[in-house]
């Protein structure tokens, strides 16, 4: 029959009408979360805030304040990232690819940033260079990108979580130094009692300040050299991991020479790999990089793709074939210019981050998400959200002015919630606006 009865209509009606009224009920019942968690004072008041809150079991949103509205997200652009490593990465990180010729092996880096990188411990690309016994050659022509993201602050360039990006990552691109004090000396290097050394060993400049004893131990590095300026402190025990200057593959060459010790050469001649070596397997490294926000890995693990995909190391058309393919169904078109976050030219809004969120879920599964996501009491999120360890998993972000988290939220009834919060030029603490936002999420969970 293709027309109702006049007793069905009444029916589909009435039931259509409790489905409304249902929805407008949770809505009104989170709107007044909101206001009692995140807007009841002035914390908030004077920022910039959206809010989007997705039903993943019922297909739609549930909530939303602001949430077509764009804003900086911070370290929340790592999640992108990582869709797109989990999405081109495989199991296992190419480490690199090779070639070997009858007088030299050429090899092909992929930008694995877990080379010498002292949290994985086992070195299966070290080991496979350490056992050839033909001179090394590594090729050149794959690099097109830059050593700073785009938009970002150039006076952060002494900060470990500024790290140079590059071809062929050796320890992380960082120089670790520390000071161990004996007997009270505060005096400088191995000519006197107190000893201060990097790892790795480096021939790099290095100048060592005079009297230092009402000073903590710091180690700054010349703007556009590798020199740096040691100041001893009264730490017994102390380190500092800085940046230092990659020029492209240069470094990774003086370092690689010194730790294999042996000669390394370069070319720009295009090679043909026929051989891979697996470093990692990928979620250790995706694991890592959420929970620490580790900017250089989420940097790395971009261009990695884009090598993967593309077949050279470069981030903007990197991004660029996302947006137009795998992400092109994005609520709101972004701006999308890091791997990172730490640009502040990166403009999302709440809805892109539950949309790709759910994209996520739908292809890779809760369980694997699980494993990569901090949850409460770990991570980023180790000091908040401890009564709901196991039951939120998110991704924090933050710089001046700026707090994200967006993530994965269970209720107590059993429901998964999408949901993503932005806020944006706040003048208060940011672990004032951290334990608003976590009253507001404790209070959606028991909903």
């Not at 900086?72 to 990582?82: D, G, H, M």
């Not at 039951?391 to 209720?411: E, H, P």
Request: charged share 20%; glycine share 6%.
């Amino acid at each position: 029959m293709h027309h109702l009865s006049s007793f069905s209509r009444p029916i589909i009606f009435f039931l259509t009408g409790m489905f409304f009224l249902s929805s407008c009920s949770v809505s009104k019942k989170i709107n007044k979360i909101v206001r009692n968690n995140l807007f009841n004072d002035s914390v908030l008041a004077d920022a910039h805030t959206g809010i989007a809150v997705f039903d993943a079991d019922a297909n739609k949103f549930i909530y939303s304040y602001q949430a077509d509205k764009y804003f900086v997200p911070a370290s929340n652009t790592k999640i992108i990232s990582l869709y797109a490593g989990m999405k081109y990465l495989q199991d296992s990180l190419v480490g690199l690819r090779y070639k070997e010729m009858a007088d030299t092996l050429f090899i092909v880096p992929s930008g694995d940033p877990a080379f010498l990188h002292p949290d994985f411990s086992s070195q299966r690309v070290f080991d496979f260079l350490k056992r050839q016994s033909k001179p090394i050659t590594i090729t050149t022509n794959s690099w097109k990108a830059e050593a700073w993201g785009e938009g970002w602050m150039w006076d952060d360039y002494n900060d470990a979580y500024m790290t140079e990006r590059s071809p062929f990552p050796v320890y992380g691109n960082v120089i670790r130094w520390m000071q161990v004090r004996d007997s009270g000396s505060i005096a400088a290097m191995a000519r006197e009692e107190a000893f201060i050394y990097s790892e790795p060993d480096i021939s790099w400049k290095v100048n060592f300040s005079g009297d230092t004893a009402s000073k903590i131990f710091s180690v700054q590095r010349a703007l556009a050299e590798n020199k740096f300026f040691i100041t001893q402190g009264r730490e017994v025990n102390a380190e500092r991991s800085v940046p230092f200057i990659t020029n492209r593959f240069q470094s990774a060459l003086e370092l690689l020479k010194d730790t294999l010790s042996r000669t390394i050469d370069s070319t720009t001649t295009v090679i043909q790999p026929d051989g891979i070596i697996h470093s990692q397997p990928s979620d250790s490294l995706f694991k890592i990089m959420m929970y620490r926000s580790d900017n250089f890995f989420a940097e790395q693990v971009l261009l990695m793709t884009a090598n993967e995909k593309l077949g050279v190391m470069d981030d903007r058309r990197m991004i660029q074939y996302l947006l137009a393919n795998d992400l092109a169904g994005f609520p709101q078109t972004p701006r999308w210019a890091d791997g990172s976050g730490l640009s502040r030219y990166n403009l999302f809004t709440p809805q892109d981050f539950v949309w790709i969120l759910h994209k996520m879920k739908n292809e890779f599964g809760m369980e694997r998400l699980k494993t990569i996501f901090p949850t409460g009491g770990t991570g980023t999120l180790r000091h908040y959200y401890q009564s709901d360890s196991s039951f939120i998993y998110a991704k924090t972000g933050s710089m001046s002015g700026v707090l994200s988290l967006s993530g994965y939220v269970y209720t107590k009834s059993g429901r998964l919630l999408i949901f993503s919060v932005l806020v944006n030029n706040h003048r208060q603490p940011a672990w004032m606006i951290r334990k608003k936002v976590e009253s507001f999420l404790h209070a959606l969970r028991g909903k």
